[in-house]
């Protein structure tokens, strides 16, 4: 539900992207390695990686599901799967009552912090199952502002994050419709992967079709400490159904324990 804010308040807001935005770091900012893809033998692990170094095993996935007797209760959930095999190893789920307005744009501002209360009890609590990545979902950089869900909530955590949409939005002169056209005009696709390059020339994210005759991408962006070629890779690593199974995961168990609690 979108809800009208003070001018005040949304000047704040902006304020405080721009200033986690100078933070945001778009490559590769990790010690493990990446798996090989299942068509790779475990000398194809990424060449251009440091050779020292463990491989990623743990992947995390965010996601809120809302109660429809009250849009404003929500349940939030984090899971963490096990990459080699996509069994979930970790989760937590925490009841809310959202007290900020959703806003196109500024929806970290309303949901981000459940997510770190649910991640840092997690690094206390659990600290050998914390996740190494982090997807989650919403936008990165393929946002109007540049700074999407997944980039706020990865520079805050300190975390490498995954942007994972659903939906494509007006971006940088990229939409859906548009994107659909320029398939149509070209053909099909030669991969399962279409690059989003805006009308800036900004390389904002991809559109990846994770499952045989999907008609449906999802959207791929870059959130922080991490490069779209790895973001796509664990992407692929991650796939049973359309979305990748971390968010998959956390999007059941969220509406699960709404249902538990009599509240979907």
């Given amino acids: 539900m979108e809800e009208d804010i003070s001018p005040q308040l949304l000047n704040e807001w902006i304020e405080i992207q721009d200033s986690l935005k100078k933070r945001l770091i778009t490559e590769d900012g990790f010690d493990w390695k990446l798996p090989p893809m299942k068509d790779q ?28 007797n009250d849009p404003l209760i929500a349940c939030a959930t984090l899971v963490v799967l096990d990459i080699s095999n996509l069994e979930v190893v970790h989760e937590d789920s925490s009841i809310i009552k959202l007290r900020i307005p959703y806003v196109p744009g500024f929806l970290a501002f309303r949901e981000a912090p459940v997510l770190l209360e649910l991640l840092d009890k997690t690094k206390k609590t659990s600290p050998s199952l914390y996740p190494q990545v982090l997807m989650v979902d919403g936008n990165g950089l393929l946002h109007p502002r540049g700074f999407g869900f997944a980039c706020h ?41 279409f690059t989003l390059i805006g009308d800036s020339g900004s390389t904002l994210g991809a559109a990846m079709w994770t499952t045989k005759g999907s008609l449906k991408p999802i959207f791929i962006s870059v959130g922080h400490r991490i490069s779209l070629a790895s973001a796509i890779k664990i992407v692929q690593l991650s796939g049973r159904f359309r979305v990748p199974e971390p968010i998959r995961q956390a999007d059941i168990r ?9 509240l979907s």
């Fill in 41 to 68: 033998d475990s000398e194809g692990i990424e060449e251009n990686q440091d050779s020292n170094g463990e491989i990623l095993k743990y992947v995390g996935g965010v996601d809120l599901s809302f109660s429809r």
């Fill in 153 to 193: 909530l990865g520079v805050l955590a300190d975390l490498p994050t995954i942007g994972i949409g659903k939906n494509l939005h007006h971006v940088d002169g990229l939409t859906q419709s548009r994107v659909r056209q320029v398939l149509e005009a070209n053909g099909k696709p030669r991969s399962d992967i």
């Fill in 254 to 262: 969220s509406k699960d324990c709404l249902r538990k609690h009599g």
